[in-house]
């Protein structure tokens, strides 16, 4: 099926270019069946994904790389979610928990060495996860980062080996946010005290990875890596908001 898909890539990307995220998200169900999954971390652009995807079939699929370290908020956004859309979110966790972390590589690795921290608690756990699927669906938007710039709205992601699929990924900020407003759709509550992005308690407040050159996690990589390591290591983006 995979060879399928990438034979016909290039005449679908071109077609999909015109697509609305529903039209997207309709032909990614029929296409994948149970074999495609919603990623997200909750960002607003996640939440208009996940709303627009309630409208197109009940019972998609939805995961999100709980790293042990999200907000209070965050969890309580999973709560509603699950409430409102009727669905179970697949939650994927790192191999260790925080303290297996902290005494296997000492305390605050996300301060030394936030790369080594996001492979293991975000990387391996994404490619874990992907392993299973035959496509993932994500809410990455081109004019929120360099590396998203030459995204497609749907793509071979030869990093993780499957089908990844955009639908939203011309709209603006402004259009995530009028979105949400229009149709009431539940949202982080720290985006109200200014949060642009909402990642790991560690990393988001002070800003991302401050000090560091890093900006990105290694889970929208747009050039194949052979492994994880070298995902993480040509990362150049923004945030786990998928
Ligand atoms: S965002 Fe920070 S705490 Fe979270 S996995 Fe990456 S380095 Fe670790």
């Given amino acids: 099926m995979n060879l399928d898909f990438r034979d016909q890539i290039a005449d679908l990307q071109n077609a999909a270019e015109n697509w609305t995220p529903q039209r997207t998200l309709a032909w990614a169900f029929e296409t994948f069946g149970n074999g495609v999954a919603i990623s997200s971390a909750f960002g607003a652009e996640g939440m208009v994904l996940i709303d627009i995807a309630s409208r197109v079939r009940k019972d998609f699929r939805l995961f999100t790389m709980d790293t042990e370290f999200l907000f209070p908020e965050t969890y309580s956004l999973m709560d509603r979610i699950e409430e409102r859309y009727g669905i179970a979110i697949e939650k994927v966790y790192p191999a260790l928990s925080p303290e297996e972390q902290e005494r296997t590589h000492g305390t605050a690795l996300w301060s030394r060495n936030p790369d080594f921290c996001c492979n293991l608690r975000k990387v391996e756990p994404l490619r874990r996860k992907l392993s299973e699927l035959s496509a993932w669906t994500t809410s990455i938007r081109r004019d929120q980062t360099s590396a998203r710039a030459s995204a497609r709205r749907i793509e071979w992601d030869a990093n993780f080996g499957l089908a990844k ?16 407003h229009d149709h009431d759709v539940p949202y982080n509550q720290l985006h109200d005290q200014d949060y642009p992005s909402i990642g790991c308690t560690h990393c988001t407040r002070a800003g991302r990875w401050p000090g560091f050159a890093k900006t990105e996690c290694g889970l929208h990589i747009i050039e194949p890596a052979a492994d994880s390591a070298a995902a993480f290591q040509n990362s150049d983006g923004s945030d786990q908001d998928l």
């Fill in 165 to 180: 699929i955009n639908p939203i990924v011309d709209w603006t900020s402004k259009q995530v946010w009028r979105y949400i």
